[in-house]
């Protein structure tokens, strides 16, 4: 089997680390970092086209997440909710297709309003694919599939000896996204904290030591380019 070598990555995934301490070396509260990580969302949202890039999910608050203060937590909903209301329209007019990946139940029901209302007025759109992980863990993620498959099983619509990997995938929040080529983490951490665990298992990493706020498009562009190096194998042999 010849693998070819891979250009750029048409699909790119992030963890969007280290508002909190870009705003405290500013002596500023946590929530200033966050304001400033939602604008870098607009940049790099703005550079995916130049870098080829056709699917951009990114990592906006974890099932762990809500272990943070209240004020925190309300202040980051806050802020999903402005981005939309903000974004919405530049993103329809852009070609963007929004997506929201996680556990929708625990949220709150104007913010899971505007969501809908967003996937629904950009549904039409293919030119970038932005996925929006809110309240959403890798293992959570798992294990909601696996129980709705549990239940079609228990109904008799699927057999259980046919069970394998492509049919627990159909079930994942991602079913119709590919599986992300590159993943970033942000400030300098070396660790996936339960991001799309089923969906890297052959995906290359980049842990960059910049913080999200101060991640710009040319850094971004840097990072796409520089996977077009790798050599991914996907366990085969390279010829
Ligand atoms: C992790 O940094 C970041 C988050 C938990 C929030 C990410 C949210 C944004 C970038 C805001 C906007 C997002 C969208 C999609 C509008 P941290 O606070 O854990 O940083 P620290 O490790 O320095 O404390």
Redesign the pocket.
């Known amino acids: 089997m010849t693998v070819q070598p891979p250009t750029g990555p048409r699909h790119v995934a992030i963890i ?7 705003a405290q070396a500013r002596g500023k509260p ?1 929530l200033f ?2 304001h400033a ?2 604008k870098r ?1 607009r940049e790099i949202v703005e550079a995916c086209p130049h870098a080829g890039v056709r699917y951009l999910t ?1 990592f ?2 974890s099932t762990e ?1 809500w272990k943070r203060t209240q004020s925190e937590v309300a202040g ?1 909903m806050s ?2 909710r402005r ?1 939309i209301r903000r974004e919405a329209r530049e993103l329809r007019d852009e070609g963007v297709r929004v997506r929201f990946i996680g556990d929708r139940v625990r949220l709150e029901p104007k913010l899971v309003r505007m969501m809908d209302e967003l996937e629904l007025m950009t549904a039409h759109n293919d030119a970038l694919h932005l996925t ?1 992980a809110i309240n959403y863990g890798g293992r959570d993620e798992i294990g909601r599939a696996t129980k709705r498959l549990a239940r079609e099983v228990a109904a008799g619509r699927i057999d259980a000896d046919s069970v394998d990997e492509t049919t627990l995938a159909r079930f994942l929040d991602t079913c119709v996204l590919p599986d992300p080529d590159l993943v970033i983490r942000t ?1 300098g951490e070396a660790r996936i904290s339960n991001f799309l665990l089923w969906q890297s298992a052959y995906s290359e990493y980049e842990f960059v030591d910049t913080l ?1 706020p101060d991640f710009t498009a040319r850094h971004f562009g840097d990072v796409c380019r520089a996977y077009g190096q790798r050599d991914r194998r996907f366990g085969a042999v390279t010829a």
């Open positions: 969007m680390d280290g508002n909190g301490r870009w946590r970092g966050h990580g939602a969302v990114l906006a608050f997440n980051l802020l999903f981005y929006i400030s999200w």
